[in-house]
C-alpha cells in the first residue's frame, strides 16, 4: 500500500533536471539536445564574428556604401541559382552527409578567402564576393541546422527542446559579435576569417556526433527517417504547390518587410534626432558618428538582454500552455500595437521601446515557432523549401521594404508616419495568414500522428 502511493523516481540526469529552468527535457535527451545547443552556438559565433568583416571590407571600398545598398537584391538573384543547387545535393545525400558536406565546404570557402586576401588582385575586390558570400552564407547554414533539428525529433519532442536550441542561437549571435569586437583588434580582419573557418569545422563535427548517438537509439532514428528521398521536386516547386507552404512563404515575406520597414524607421528617427541636436548647438557635427553609435549600441544592447530572457524564460513556457494557437500570435500583436503608437506618436521614443519589444520577440519566440512550423512536414521539405523559404523569401521581405522606402521615402517624400500606416496594413494581412498557417499545421500535425500510428 505504502509502494502504490509513492511518486514515481525521476528518471531525468541532473542535467536534465537542471534544463528545466528552460525547458521540460525528458529521460536520455539530455547530452544530444546539449550538443545541438553547442552547435547552433558555434554556428552563430562563427557567423557573428565575421560580420563586422564584411562592413569592413565593403565600406573600405570607394562607393562602398553604395554597392552594399545594392546588394540585397544581388543576394536574392543568387538565391535563387544556390537554393535549386542545394536541393539537388540533398536528393542524393544522407542528412548527415549532407549537413556535415555543406557545413565543411562553406569552411574552405573561408579559408580560400584568407589564402586570397594575400593577392593584391583580388584584396581590391573581395570586399564585394565576401558580402554577397555570407549573405548566402548565413542564410543556408541556419535554415540547414534547424531542417537537421526538424529532422531529428518528433513533433512532441521538438516542441518541448526547441525553446533550448533556441537559448544557444541567441547567446551564439550576442557572443560572436563580442568575441569579434576583441579579436579584431589582436587578429586583424583577415585572420578571423580562419578562426571563424575552424569554429564552422568544428560544428560539423558535433552535426556528426549528434547523428551517430540518435542513429543508435532506435526509437528516435525510425526507419522512415532514413529512407532515401522519395520527391525529387525543386525546392521552389514543393513550396508553390504546397497551401500550408506557400502560407509560410507569405508570411516570412510579410514579417521581414514590416521588421525592415520598422528598422528604417528607428534609423530614420536616429538621425533626424542627431541632426537636431546638431541644429541646436547641442551635439558638434565632427560628432554625429559617436552619438549615432551610441544611441545603436543602448538599443541593441537592450534588445540581446531582452531577447535572451524572453528565449530562456519565456517561450517553452508560453508555447507549452498557449500552444500554436496563442504564440504563435505575440509577434503580430507586438508589431500592430509598435506600428500604431508609430503612426500616433512618430518619435524616437515611442518608436525605440516598440522596436526593443518587436525585435526581441522576433529573435526568441518567432524564430523559435517558425522552425517548429516544419515539424510535421516531410523531410523533403524540411531539406529544401525550408532552404527556399528561409533563405529567398526572407530576402524578398528585405527587398520589397527597400523598394518601398526608394519609393516612398526617396520620390515621394514620405515621412515615419506613413511607414508605420503602412506597416499597419501589413500587420493585418499577417494576422490573416497567421491563422491560416495555424488552422494547416493543426491538420499537418494531425495527419503526420495518424501516418505515424499506421
Do not use: C
Not at 542564410?139 to 526538424?150: E, G, L
Not at 525585435?359 to 522552425?371: E, G, H, V, W
Amino acid at each position: 500500500m505504502a509502494n502504490a502511493t509513492k511518486p514515481a523516481r525521476d528518471a531525468r540526469s541532473a542535467v536534465e533536471r537542471a534544463l528545466g529552468i528552460v525547458t521540460r527535457v525528458e529521460p536520455g535527451e539530455g547530452t544530444s539536445a546539449l550538443l545541438l545547443t553547442l552547435n547552433v552556438f558555434l554556428l552563430m559565433l562563427a557567423y557573428s564574428s565575421i560580420k563586422p568583416v564584411r562592413e569592413g571590407l565593403i565600406l573600405a571600398m570607394k562607393s562602398g556604401a553604395e554597392y552594399k545598398s545594392y546588394m540585397g537584391a544581388v543576394i536574392a538573384v543568387a538565391l535563387l541559382i544556390a537554393v535549386p543547387a542545394y536541393a539537388r545535393i540533398a536528393d542524393r545525400l544522407p542528412r548527415n552527409r549532407l549537413v556535415v558536406g555543406v557545413t565543411l565546404f562553406f569552411s574552405a570557402n573561408l579559408v580560400l578567402f584568407w589564402l586570397g586576401s594575400a593577392l593584391p588582385a583580388v584584396r581590391a575586390r573581395i570586399g564585394l564576393v565576401f558580402y554577397l558570400w555570407l549573405g548566402i552564407f548565413n542564410m543556408m547554414v541556419v535554415a540547414q541546422f534547424w531542417a537537421f533539428a526538424n529532422d531529428l525529433y518528433r513533433e512532441a519532442q521538438g516542441k518541448r527542446l526547441f525553446p533550448l536550441l533556441g537559448v544557444g542561437q541567441t547567446v551564439g549571435a550576442v557572443s560572436g559579435s563580442a568575441l569579434a569586437a576583441v579579436l579584431l583588434r589582436y587578429l586583424g580582419v583577415y585572420q578571423l576569417l580562419l578562426v571563424s573557418a575552424g569554429v564552422l569545422a568544428l560544428t560539423a563535427v558535433l552535426t556528426q556526433a549528434v547523428y551517430l548517438r540518435e542513429s543508435r537509439t532506435p526509437t528516435r532514428a525510425t526507419p522512415e527517417k532514413e529512407a532515401a528521398p522519395t520527391d525529387k521536386s525543386g525546392a521552389f516547386a514543393l513550396v508553390f504547390r504546397d497551401p500550408y507552404l506557400r502560407y509560410i512563404a507569405a508570411f516570412t515575406v510579410l514579417f521581414t518587410f514590416v521588421n525592415t520597414n520598422g528598422e528604417y524607421m528607428v534609423s530614420k528617427l536616429i538621425a533626424d534626432a542627431a541632426g537636431g541636436l546638431v541644429a541646436k548647438g547641442e551635439l558638434a557635427p565632427d560628432g554625429v558618428k559617436e552619438w549615432v553609435s551610441a544611441a545603436y549600441s543602448r538599443y541593441y544592447f537592450f534588445v540581446n538582454v531582452a531577447t535572451v530572457v524572453l528565449q530562456t524564460l519565456v517561450v517553452s513556457r508560453l508555447v507549452r500552455l498557449g500552444g500554436m494557437r496563442i504564440a504563435f500570435f505575440v509577434l503580430p500583436a507586438i508589431a500592430f500595437v509598435d506600428a500604431l503608437g508609430a503612426s500616433a506618436f512618430p518619435v524616437l521614443g515611442v518608436l525605440f521601446v516598440g522596436k526593443i519589444a518587436e525585435n526581441a520577440t522576433d529573435y526568441s519566440l518567432n524564430n523559435t515557432l517558425r522552425n517548429m512550423l516544419w515539424l510535421p512536414t516531410t523531410r523533403e521539405k524540411k531539406y529544401k523549401a525550408k532552404q527556399a523559404i528561409d533563405a529567398f523569401f526572407v530576402r524578398m521581405g528585405d527587398v520589397g521594404s527597400a523598394l518601398a522606402v526608394y519609393v516612398g521615402a526617396g520620390v515621394l517624400g514620405l515621412g515615419v508616419r506613413a511607414f508605420a500606416l503602412a506597416n499597419l496594413v501589413l500587420v493585418l494581412h499577417w494576422f490573416v495568414v497567421a491563422r491560416m498557417i495555424v488552422k494547416r499545421y493543426e491538420l499537418s500535425s494531425a495527419q503526420a500522428d495518424a501516418d505515424a500510428a499506421t
